[in-house]
Every structure is written in C-alpha cells, then in structure tokens.
C-alpha cells in the first residue's frame, strides 16, 4: 500500500492488490481505500476521532477494533517492526474494561508494515505514552469502543454536498414554521427520529418522494415547493460518500484477510494473524471462495473437444471456442 506523508494508507503498491471479490469475504478494494481515507481526512469529526490512523493501524494488522484500543505504547517494538496484542477493550456493566483477548489465540505478535509503523512512531512522538493507549482518548485513558462504532458509522454518512447542506437547512426552517420539532416530525412521517436530523445535517440522502411528504406535512405551497423539490432532485442523485456506506470496523479486518489470501497465505497463517484458534473459521467468514480445481475445466476442456462433431453431440452447435475458431 501507498503511504503519504502523513502516514496514511493509500492505494496497494508496496503490499499486494485485493480483489474485491463477490460471493466472498467484502474486502475494500484498492479505489475504496484511496476513497476511504479521502473522506476521512476532509472530515474534521473524523480526524479528531483518530479514524485515519485507526483505519490504518486495523488495516495493517487485522485487528479487531476491540484489541487495537487495548494497545499499549509500550507494546510496540519499532526495532522489531512488531506489536504485541494481549488485551482488548469491553464495556461493562458502568465503565469500561481491559481485560484479556478472546482466546489464547488471541495473544500474538504482530508483523507491521512500514507504513503502519510510521503512523505508530508519529503518534508516540506527538505526546503519546508508553504507559498510555495508543490510541488514547483526551484524558489518555481508553476509549469505548462504542463511540469509535458510532463515529465510523457517521464518518461512512459524512456531510454531504452544498446542495444537500442547503436542503437540509431549509428543510429546517420549514419544520420549525410548521411548529414541528424533530420527534413530532419523524412520529407522523413513521420515521426514526434520528433520520429527520440525518436529513437536516445532509448526512443522508432524501428520496424525491419522501421529500414529497415533507412539505405536504410542512405545508410548504407554491414556488418554494418547487425550489425544495428542485433542490430534493439533485441531492439524491448521490455521491462518492454513498459507495463508502458499507464499511464498518470489519471491512478492514476482512481486507487484511483477502490480501493475504490473494499473497497466497495459508488458513492457519491468516487465522493466525486475524487470532483465530480454527482456520476454519478464517476460511468460511473471512476468506473468498475460490474454484478448488482450477484445472478441472481445462482436463475437460481437451477431452471433450477433442471430435469435431462433440459440440453438435451436446447440442451447442459448432465446436467454437469463445473466440470462434476451433478448438
């Protein structure tokens, strides 16, 4: 992978290419990387929420996000180019905890890329501690792992375009005339109450016909009905941002797996570093089917192409290849 000078991942160079494959594990592909954190360092909730460098350390590990909170600074060893992972973060019952990985699989130690070494080594120097989480809230003590979920999910669904920004607002404005709050909006639209402030900040998309029922509930008449439904029209056409929507804290554990799969690593190696006990876990979640026989096809290719008549045989007409020539 690519990494910029802010130690960031890019696009694969340096390490080998995902495919993305469908019926498989859902790896993001080398374009939904570059996509991916892109995106998050145009937004500022999401830098400050360390999700570029979360991103990159789950990328270059495989761990899970659990475990990567539960990282020590002491626990890397910049001379070795490995972490150690032995804890991972839990919320229980008033407060968080950190308490040991899953499994005794779970324990391991860590190769890291160089790229996610220098994302490693720059936020050490920057203040970190080694007595302290690498990745820290402000106090320098853990983070819930549940506010890390919820600024990936708002970080997947970021503020969208000057279009949308201006639907929202104005759709704000029209709610708070009809003497509407948010919860009596989303109650006589049947909605979740948090879709009307998703709306409202442009971090969702609003269908034409919902827009529809909007400013029927708003009361909303004449020419500025049709502007807000002119504005409606091309906010749903969409963004880069929509394509991203997927992801979630497993898509980076699940691109770490296909990589290595791709680089023709084993079960037991993936499982290893992912701190499965059972490869076969590693294989049915986060692995891609793939043709178990490559040659199959081939052996029978010869054997049943061998007469000019077999495909007339078979009921395919000509003995063509995919080409048009024979076979």
């Not at 130690?7 to 694969?12: D, E, F, L, N, R």
């Not at 993001?28 to 999700?51: N, S, Y």
């Not at 890291?112 to 936020?123: E, F, I, S």
Request: include cysteine; charged fraction near 30%.
């Amino acid at each position: 992978m690519r990494v910029d000078e802010c130690g960031s991942v890019g696009c694969a160079a340096a390490w080998v290419h995902s495919s993305g494959r469908r019926g498989g594990a859902r790896a993001l592909t080398d374009e939904e990387r570059d996509a991916w954190f892109e995106q998050l360092r145009a937004d500022r909730a999401a830098v400050a929420a360390d999700l570029p460098d979360l991103s990159t350390f789950m990328l270059a590990t495989g761990v899970r996000i659990g475990e990567a909170l539960g990282v020590l600074g002491h626990q890397v060893n910049f001379a070795a180019s490995e972490v150690e992972i032995t804890h991972q973060i839990r919320v229980k019952g008033e407060g968080l905890m950190r308490i040991k990985t899953k499994s005794r699989a779970g324990e391991r130690v860590l190769k890291v890329p160089a790229w996610g070494l220098a994302m490693l080594r720059r936020r050490l120097m920057d203040g970190g501690r080694l007595d302290q989480p690498i990745f820290a809230n402000r106090d320098g003590d853990y983070r819930d792992p549940t506010n890390v979920r919820r600024a990936l999910r708002e970080a997947r669904s970021p503020i969208g375009s000057e279009t949308c920004r201006d639907l929202g607002n104005r759709l704000r404005k029209a709610r708070r005339a009809a003497g509407l709050s948010q919860a009596d909006t989303a109650a006589k639209l049947g909605w979740p109450q948090s879709r009307v402030s998703l709306v409202e900040t442009a971090r969702v998309r609003l269908e034409v016909g919902d827009a529809e029922k909007v400013l029927d509930l708003y009361r909303v008449r004449g020419g500025d009905r049709a502007e807000l439904l002119d504005l409606a029209t091309e906010a749903a056409e969409g963004s880069q941002a929509d394509a991203l929507a997927w992801i979630t804290s497993h898509s980076f554990r699940k691109t770490t797996a296909t990589i290595l799969d791709d680089a023709g690593q084993s079960a037991r190696q993936i499982a290893d570093q992912l701190g499965h006990a059972r490869p076969s876990l590693t294989q049915d979640v986060y692995m891609a089917r793939r043709a178990k026989n490559p040659d199959a096809a081939a052996a029978l290719e010869t054997a049943l192409n061998r007469s000019p008549d077999v495909a007339d045989r078979l009921g395919h007409g000509d003995a063509a290849d995919a080409t048009g020539s024979y076979g």
